[in-house]
């Protein structure tokens, strides 16, 4: 079975600084890897993914991820925050190749952003 | 993308009583999940939905408490039963993306709160 641990559940930054939410995972197989962001009283949106290819990837928004077979994480960073990126962070795991099997998630990280 | 549905999106509901929460996709998919996020907290996966065929469900989840049904490829209904104020929770509908490369969509979730 696949696991992700998100080690900070609480992370507060200035705006305009640069942020990191870390998110390690735990799989015997090869796996896709996520990012999805639930803005307050919102459902989750997908933020990026990593399915195979580049190891770093990005959103539109700026952020990005950089998936790290070696140490097996998955950290999502962006070198400077809005106030408009205040929102939970979810990072998530499944295995590859098997596109209709359940997604397994991490316990999140609030990031809040301090004007 | 997919867009999915999801009613009622939010309700007060009495000790007790049972509430039916409908999703409905704007496309055929094979599968739909059922997840809860309790408050705090991360996303618990309650059950898979599979057209045609009984649901899923995941350790520590049972029929008797959270009966699904699955009539066609474009809905689904997740009933809440006998609920107590355990039960408050955001009970959020999801879909596999249409490329089938792992991602999954979510509903805006009903936020229930039980008295």
């Known amino acids: 079975a696949q696991s992700v641990t998100q080690l900070d559940s609480q992370v507060p930054v200035f705006e305009e600084a640069p942020v990191e939410l870390r998110c390690n995972y735990s799989?015997?197989?090869?796996?896709?890897l996520f990012w999805y962001v639930q803005y307050p009283n919102q459902g989750l949106q997908l933020l990026l993914k990593y399915l195979s290819g580049s190891t770093l990837v990005e959103s539109i928004n700026g952020f990005e991820a950089e998936f790290n077979k070696s140490q097996t994480s998955f950290h999502l960073r962006k070198p400077s925050v809005h106030i408009s990126d205040t929102a939970e962070y979810f990072c998530?795991?499944?295995?590859?190749?098997?596109?209709?099997?359940?997604?397994?998630f991490g316990t999140g990280t609030r990031l809040t952003i301090i004007p | 993308s997919a867009v999915i549905s999801q009613k009622p999106s939010r309700d007060i509901c009495q000790r007790g009583t049972s509430l039916t929460i409908q999703c409905q996709v704007d496309?055929?998919?094979?599968?739909m999940f059922w997840y809860r996020q309790q408050p705090g907290q991360s996303l618990t996966l309650i059950a898979t939905?599979?057209?045609?065929?009984?649901?899923?469900?995941e350790s520590g989840f049972v029929i008797d408490k959270f009966p699904i049904s699955r009539p066609n490829l474009t809905f689904s209904t997740l009933t809440v039963s006998n609920m107590s104020p355990e039960d408050s929770s955001i009970y959020l509908c999801?879909?596999?993306?249409?490329?089938?490369?792992?991602?999954?969509?979510f509903g805006e979730g009903s936020r229930l709160t039980v008295l």
């Open positions: 496309s055929q998919v094979t599968m």
């Open positions: 998530a795991v499944k295995r590859a190749n098997f596109g209709n099997e359940k997604l397994t």
């Open positions: 799989s015997s197989v090869s796996v896709y």
């Open positions: 939905a599979n057209q045609g065929s009984e649901a899923t469900y």
């Open positions: 999801s879909v596999v993306g249409p490329t089938n490369t792992g991602e999954l969509f």
